[in-house]
């Protein structure tokens, strides 16, 4: 700590703003998170409040008063990450810095769309920064590791779901030629409403087949709906697997602010600052 106070001014005032902000391991940065995560949550509840109409009716102007104070004090929460980060965009294109920039936007949009500060409930997601002020870096690393499977997992789940709509579209294809409109299949998109629905084991039942072929054509899918649900689950579980082996890190990059890097890392994996 000392050797940082001895670097120049505005460097060593950049990296106990880091401190305070990304991280949570002194008193002033667990202070700053926890005052930051009641903030959202008054911010949430709000929102809330001012879409039950008795509420609005009675404290409408209030309500909405506050969705500003709190957008204006999000809003130079994040040009304040933005400069304390040493890669600003990386922070901006990450997770958090989207969630962060969609937590003001929709008061700003609300000007030209009425309603639309009801987005507004996307800053629920920011609270799961508590996470870090409660010192529970195992979570965190944990959600480090289910994120890098899903990373991982990617083009396998990609070209699961090719085949998923591939087979959608002739099942539909054939229902439309099988059943027809008597049935309620009096279109091909229709026919591949049913077998989505099917697939995934819905089951709505608002249209079935009432043919022998067409309901063959049912149990196949019926039956392939247990595949749906298995071959996903086992492309997830062994990238999962195999990223817990790999050991990670809960420190945040003082460039980007990513979290989650490998255990013995030197260097961001994302922007390649020293660690």
Request: hydrophobic content about 50%.
């Amino acid at each position: 700590m000392e050797r940082r106070d001895q670097r120049p001014g505005g460097e060593g005032l950049r990296e106990r703003a880091f401190e305070v902000v990304f991280e949570s391991d002194t008193p002033a940065g667990r202070a700053f998170d926890t005052a930051l995560l009641v903030a959202i949550f008054a911010s949430v509840v709000a929102v809330l409040l001012e879409s039950v109409p008795s509420f609005r009716a009675r404290w409408g102007d209030a309500l909405r008063a506050s969705e500003w104070a709190f957008t204006i004090l999000f809003a130079i929460e994040y040009v304040l990450r933005l400069a304390i980060v040493r890669q600003p965009l990386r922070y901006a294109t990450s997770f958090f810095g989207l969630v962060d920039l969609l937590a003001i936007l929709p008061t700003l949009v609300s000007l030209l769309v009425p309603g639309a500060q009801s987005l507004l409930v996307i800053r629920v997601v920011r609270l799961l920064r508590v996470f870090r002020v409660l010192k529970l870096a195992s979570f965190t690393v944990e959600a480090a590791v289910l994120s890098r499977a899903l990373r991982a997992s990617r083009q396998k789940i990609t070209v699961f779901i090719g085949a998923i709509l591939s087979t959608v579209v002739i099942a539909g294809a054939l229902m439309y030629l099988v059943e027809g409109d008597a049935a309620g299949f009096d279109s091909i998109p229709r026919g591949m409403y049913w077998a989505i629905v099917t697939l995934t084991t819905v089951g709505y039942g608002d249209i079935s087949p009432r043919t022998p072929i067409g309901q063959a054509i049912a149990s196949v899918l019926m039956i392939g709906g247990y595949g749906v649900i298995a071959v996903p689950t086992g492309i997830v579980s062994v990238e999962l697997a195999n990223a817990t082996r790999a050991g990670l890190s809960p420190e945040a990059c003082p460039g980007c602010g990513l979290e989650g890097h490998d255990a013995d890392a030197g260097f961001c994996k994302r922007c390649g600052t020293r660690l």
